[in-house]
């Protein structure tokens, strides 16, 4: 615990964005992360991508509050990554973070 909390950074917020375009044989998609606030929450976000089957890089921009993830569209679709970043307890474009994983967050993720 003590090391999630040397890790701390400041927050800030942004508008919404979402785009989605293909590359080859993967697609890329933009996706907004407006409760997005700091390193820690980088950290939990990329662990949560990572282990999503499909997802084969994503690139966290902390300034702009967004998301860039490149994926295979045969394995998933936007809709599951957003789910896959709201189960780790934050808001991935309109969909809603959950509530018991937002609650398990580091305070300076809240």
Do not use: H, W
């Not at 933009?30 to 990329?46: A, E, G, Y």
């Not at 957003?82 to 189960?87: G, P, T, Y």
């Not at 398990?104 to 993720?109: D, G, Q």
């Amino acid at each position: 615990m003590g090391c999630a909390l040397a890790l701390m950074v400041g927050c800030s917020k942004a508008p919404e964005e979402k785009q989605t375009a293909p590359t080859g044989n993967l697609a890329v998609a933009t996706i907004q992360l407006s409760t997005l606030k700091c390193k820690t929450c980088v950290k939990t976000i990329n662990a949560a991508l990572a282990s999503v089957d499909g997802v084969e890089n994503s690139e966290i921009d902390l300034e702009k509050k967004n998301v860039t993830v490149k994926f295979i569209p045969a394995k998933l679709d936007v809709s599951k990554i957003e789910l896959a970043i709201s189960k780790a307890g934050y808001d991935a474009n309109n969909v809603r973070r959950d509530s018991a994983a937002y609650e398990n967050l580091a305070e300076c993720c809240k």
